[in-house]
Every structure is written in structure tokens, then in C-alpha cells.
């Protein structure tokens, strides 16, 4: 199993540009979540998914869009690139919606100038 | 709301000195389930362990060892012996259900503890 995997690893956006993240799974997991993580902020939440189709809001959904229309794929976009979205993103995985340990992916790091 | 306070912001050690990195929450609910990730300079989240709200054994896996303590809200984590490869951030976080209840998977992290091990 190649486990949780992301791309890009690195990019570099200007503001008012789109992008998506890719998130993809081998293991058959029904949840799918993204985070970012800021200096001296841990990470936030900011959407998830309990299985195909479905998909709700975390803590920071603002300026991001999620869809789940496969099990194995969670892509996460930015419509509008803001500064403030420069962060390091992280994708992650579970076998359901219970309290199973989350499988971190090696993350994507963004800079929005 | 759920809160994971880390307040240890950077500790710094010297090879083979034990190191405890403390880890204080706050929640309401009766059922939830505590975690510890490890961030290398690589950046990749590396699970460490997991222990549920019902369960406040005391863990050991090699130089690592967990103490849970209920009474005070506290999970923290000892490594003993330090190793230069042990230099990384460590995250401490809690697990809590949605609005819903309906779902488990929102992780309240802590700022993060780094921690830099000299040889």
C-alpha cells in the first residue's frame, strides 16, 4: 500500500489564482479530512469526508472547496488564492467515521504571494 | 469546545537525558480518545500512539512511555535516553465527534513541542 499520498509537494500560487490539492488512498478508508498547519497554531480542520458523497465543513472551511466522489480521492481546491492560505497542507485518513487513529499524507506546502 | 495546550513551545536536550513533554486538555465529553504524532525535520505526521478515556494505564514502548492521568487532564509523554533521531516536533491531540455527534475525526491539536536533541 503506498498509503496516503499528496501532490503537489510544493507550489507557489499568486493571489487570485486556482488550484487543487490532491489527496489520494489505497486503504480503502470511508473517512478523508484535510488540515492545515501554521507556525505555532498545531493544525486545524478543514474539511471532511465520511464517505463518497459526502462532505462537511471543520474548523477553517472559508476559501476552500471539497468534493468525495470516489472512496479513494479527497481533492481540496482554492478558487481564489489569499495570502493567508499560504500554509502547509495535510491529508488524512481513516478506516470509518469511529475514533480509529488518522494516517497523516507527507503534506503539500503552499505559498500564495 | 475541546482545547489541547502544549506549553512547552521548544525544549532542548543533550543525548541520553530523559525528556518529558507535557500535554494538559480540556473537553466535555465523557468518551474521547488521545493522541501523540511526531513530526521529523522531513515534515512528515508519524502516529505514535493512541489511548481512549477509559484506559489510563500507563504505556511503554522502548524508550518511549505514556502518562495518562484523568484527575488532572494531562497525557504526557517521556522519552528516555534521548537520541539525536528523536529531534522533531511532537503533537499532542484529542479526538472529538462532530455538530452531529454522527462522526469521530476532528483532531484538536497543540501548538507542538519541538524538541532538539544534542549529540
Known amino acids: 500500500n503506498a498509503g496516503v499520498t499528496q501532490t503537489p509537494k510544493f507550489q507557489v500560487l499568486k493571489t487570485g489564482q486556482s488550484m487543487t490539492l490532491q489527496c489520494a488512498q489505497d486503504?480503502?478508508?470511508?473517512?478523508m479530512s484535510w488540515y492545515r498547519q501554521d507556525p505555532g497554531m498545531g493544525l486545524r480542520l478543514i474539511h471532511y469526508s465520511v464517505g463518497a458523497g459526502i462532505t462537511d465543513q471543520g474548523e477553517v472551511p472559508n476559501g476552500y472547496n471539497v468534493s468525495r466522489s470516489t472512496t479513494e480521492d479527497f481533492p481540496l481546491r482554492l478558487l481564489s488564492a489569499a495570502p493567508s492560505q499560504t500554509s502547509v497542507y495535510f491529508c488524512?485518513?481513516?478506516?470509518?467515521?469511529?475514533?480509529?487513529?488518522?494516517?497523516f499524507g507527507p503534506g503539500t506546502r503552499l505559498l500564495v504571494l | 469546545a475541546q482545547k489541547v495546550t502544549q506549553a512547552q513551545t521548544e525544549i532542548s536536550v543533550v543525548e541520553k537525558e530523559d525528556v518529558t513533554l507535557d500535554c494538559v486538555y480540556e473537553t466535555r465529553d465523557t468518551t474521547y480518545y488521545l493522541f501523540w504524532y511526531k513530526q521529523p525535520p522531513s515534515g512528515e505526521l508519524v502516529f505514535l500512539i493512541r489511548?481512549?478515556?477509559?484506559?489510563?494505564q500507563n504505556e511503554i514502548s522502548g524508550r518511549y512511555s505514556w502518562n495518562f492521568q484523568k484527575s488532572t487532564s494531562s497525557f504526557n509523554f517521556t522519552i528516555t535516553a534521548s537520541q539525536v533521531v528523536d529531534s522533531a516536533v511532537y503533537f499532542c491531540?484529542?479526538?472529538?465527534?462532530?455538530?452531529?455527534?454522527?462522526?469521530?475525526?476532528?483532531?484538536?491539536f497543540g501548538q507542538g513541542t519541538i524538541l532538539t536533541v544534542h549529540p
Open positions: 489511548r481512549n478515556s477509559f484506559d489510563e
Open positions: 488524512a485518513s481513516k478506516i470509518n467515521r469511529g475514533q480509529e487513529t488518522q494516517y
Open positions: 486503504m480503502n478508508h470511508e473517512y
Open positions: 491531540a484529542l479526538s472529538e465527534p462532530n455538530a452531529g455527534g454522527t462522526s469521530y475525526g476532528k483532531l484538536t
